[in-house]
Every structure is written in C-alpha cells, then in structure tokens.
C-alpha cells in the first residue's frame, strides 16, 4: 500500500511541469541562472522512494544548480522530503545514530544509514538553534512563583575539542567540554507534607556548549547568559511575582543572576549545601564512622533551621587541618544569605535544585554521555538544540515556522 501510495505521489507530481520558470532564475548567489533542462532525483519520503523529474537551471558564476521544485517542496540540499526529516529529528533526539537508523527502518521501511541520520539531525538541530536564538515570543507567567535554574555538565569531545584546555585529569588536560543548562519550571504543586514540588509539564530546558563568563569591555553579555534571558522571557519569568534563581553555589551562576535578573530570590541548592558537610565529616572523623555520622547529622539540622552560624562555629576548630573543612567555610560564608532555609520554607518556596540536576542528567546526559560518545561541539550543540526543543514541547511550533518560511 506504502509503494503504491508513494507511485501515485510521485506520478501526480511529475506530471505537472510547472516548476519550469523561463529560460532563467535568479541563482542564490545573485547572479542569473539558465535552464538546462529536466533531471531527476530521488527522495525518501514517509511512503517510500519517490523519483521526481525537476526543471534544473545551472549558474556559471557558481557552478551551482537550481531547482525551483526542490526548494517548493522543502527538498532544497536534502535527499529527504519533511516528514521524514521531522521523523528523523524525532528519533535521533532520543537516541544514538545507530539506534536510530535502525528505529526508523522498523517503522517506516526506508534505510537510512546511521550516517545520514547524524547529518540530517545535525542539520535540522542547527536549524533549531537558530530558531531558538531568532524568535522569542515572551509568554505571561505561568504561575506568581516562577524558578529558574542554572548548572554545568560535562560531555566527552573529541581531543581536538580540548587541545589547550586544562581539565580533571591526572595530566591536568581535559577529557570533556561543559553545557550550561538553564531550566525554567513552577511549582505550585504541594506534596503530602505541603512542600512545594514541581508542576507536572512545567519544565522547559535550553542548553549548549557555550561561556557564561563575561568580560566588562564586553558590549553584550556571555552567550550563555543571553540564553538565560531569552529562556526567562519566553517563560514568562521576569514577569512573575516572586522570581527565584537556585543554584549549586558556582560563582558564575550568582555573576549571571545579578546581571539578567537583578532581584531575584536566589537560593543555594540544599542538597549540595549538605553534601558539603558530608565530605567534612568523612574528611574529620572517617568515611562510615558513627562519630562522622552524629556530626554530619547535627550540622545538616543546623542548616534545615537556618543556623549558619551554628554550623560556621562547628567547623572553625577543624580549619587548620582539614582542607575539606576550609573549603566548606568559604562556601556557607560566601553564599550564606543563600541559605535562609528556613525562612524560604516559610514563603512557600523550593529549596532544592533537584529539577536542574535532573535536566542535566535527563536532557543532556541520556543521550549525548553514553559509553563510547565522543563529540565535536558543533555536533553536540546541535543534537542538545534538538533534544531541549523536543523535551520542552516546541518542536511543533519549530516546524510551523519552518513550513510558513518554506511558503
């Protein structure tokens, strides 16, 4: 039935010989091309392979051909008609190339080799990170409370990707590139303790491998902090009542706040907080021992209450000779007015990162950090373009815009 259906298609089209425009059209490079009569290709379509006869012109400026059909048809540098090319996104957002090709065999009966899969979906990703830095169309907030959250993640790159770049390794060289992630969401759920939690199809994410460090002779701001904007006007979050930004503590993530959202209610991740006081207590009195258990327990309540000075006087008789509890000192002093747990909890408000780590590990881990994944950064920016597209529910409104260009 798919033959057939694909045989009268490609019948129906050939027989209208339209697309021939006169004995020229204007080349893309500007210059006028001639015709040079009818040539045919072949594409993959949904139903199967449909072979269609096209008017070809030839610019000798460029030595380039025009097809007008090709570009009607939305077939322009493609040997895939659009819904495969949707389809082919679709799948290769979710999974490996290889994976893929095979899926998309299965379900459609073309074959289309893993290769040509990680060229389409780049392709198509590119196009979506193009769409996603060109349009934004600010929404009203979804909720009074809305929260935005900002965090790095590291995926494996090829070598040539961190030639020059200092890393974790033993050599100090660097194995992977860091994505910034930035997620929006709301959370006036409440759980059967009356916490807040995140509202079900609230998240949305964007992401790539870019800087969030800024220089202040800089005329504009850090590529990744125009996406943190962009992602906030979209959502709606610098209209919302109460605007919270948390956080895992980083530097950068408090540089970005007070510059794109200057009075936000910024709130250190608790968990992280905590996991701080862990590594402390294992640091002073042993991995797994009862005193390091009584004593990392008696300063994570401390922390739930609020009482960072509580916890600050705990850890000073420890800071000659514990790195781990330097460091710690450092962190609750530096990010203390972060920490008002207590008091957030009061407001009704999230404490806890948990909805970025999560997009982290959800949006960019599961698919570009699997076993034997090495990237280039066009090549990863492009695949966590189409994948934060899809998982933030846009993909139907990129392809509505794709279509009314293509008219």
Partial sequence: MLDAAAGEVEHQLNADRTDSCGPTVVCACGQTARYAGRRPKTFGTVLGPVTLERAYYYCAACRAGVCPRDQALGLHGTALSPALTRMVGLVAADGS???ASGLLSDLTGMRIGAK??????????????????GVVEPAPAAAPTMYLGLDGTGVPVRKSETAGRRGKQPDGSAKTREVKLVTVWTAETRDGDGLPVRDRGSVSYSAAVESAAGR??????????????????????????RRVVIGDGAEWIWNLSAEQFPGAIEIVDLYHAKGHLCDVAKAVYGAGTDLAARWGKDRRDELDAGRIGAVLTALRPHRQTCDEARKCIDYLTRNRHRMRYAEFRAWGLCVSSGVVEAGCKHAIGARLKRAGMHWTVAGANAIIALRCCKLSGRFEDFWERRAAKAA
Avoid: H
């Fill in 97 to 99: 190339f290889a994976d």
């Fill in 116 to 133: 040509q899969v990680e060229r389409t979906a780049e392709a198509l990703g590119c196009a979506v990170a193009a769409d996603e830095r």
């Fill in 216 to 241: 202040d002779a800089d005329p504009q701001p850090s590529p990744f902090a125009q996406r943190a904007y962009r992602e906030a006007r979209r959502r709606g979050f610098d209209t919302a009542s």
